[in-house]
Structure formats: C-alpha cells, structure tokens
C-alpha cells in the first residue's frame, strides 16, 4: 500500500472538518487520515463530555477528571462536562 502525500492548506480542511462537526463517525475516520487533522477532529469529538453518575464498571466522575488531566492530549479539547 503507497501513501500519497498531500499538502492541502490548513483553511481547507478546516473547513471540511467544521462540516462534519456533528457526524462523529465520520470525524473519528478523519482523525486517522493524517496527523495534521486529528486536533480538528479532536476538538469536535471531545467538546463536549457527558458523565453519567452511575456507572456499571464503579468508575466515577473524579476517574474521568483525573483521566483529562493526566497530560493524555484529550483533556484540552474537553470545554463542557
């Protein structure tokens, strides 16, 4: 399998991604395309973090905030919770 490497600028494809800010397969597929995409893709898919307060595997909220701030690269796309 050959790579084919395409410089396309940046307003481009941010535009593109910003399309698909409220299709999350599709952003999830765009997150592995290229490195260059993923924090765009990132931002859409981790704006927003729902936590519920029962969860069947006994993790809790203080799991999920200690997760977000653990340097995981996650953590600074996260804006509501």
């Known amino acids: ?5 395409v410089d396309l600028p940046g307003e481009l494809t941010d535009m593109v ?8 397969n599709s952003l999830k597929l765009c997150s592995l395309v290229c490195q ?3 924090p765009a893709c990132r931002h859409h898919l981790f704006e927003s973090v729902i936590c519920y307060q ?5 993790r809790s909220l203080q799991d ?8 995981n690269r996650i953590g600074p796309f996260v804006r509501n919770l």
Do not use: K, R, Y
Request: net charge negative.
């Open 64 to 71: 999920l905030l200690h997760f977000l701030s653990s340097g």
């Open 1 to 5: 399998m050959t790579t084919v490497d």
């Open 54 to 58: 029962i969860q069947p595997d006994g």
């Open 17 to 24: 991604i910003e399309h698909l800010h409220n299709d999350v």
């Open 36 to 38: 260059q995409w993923l």
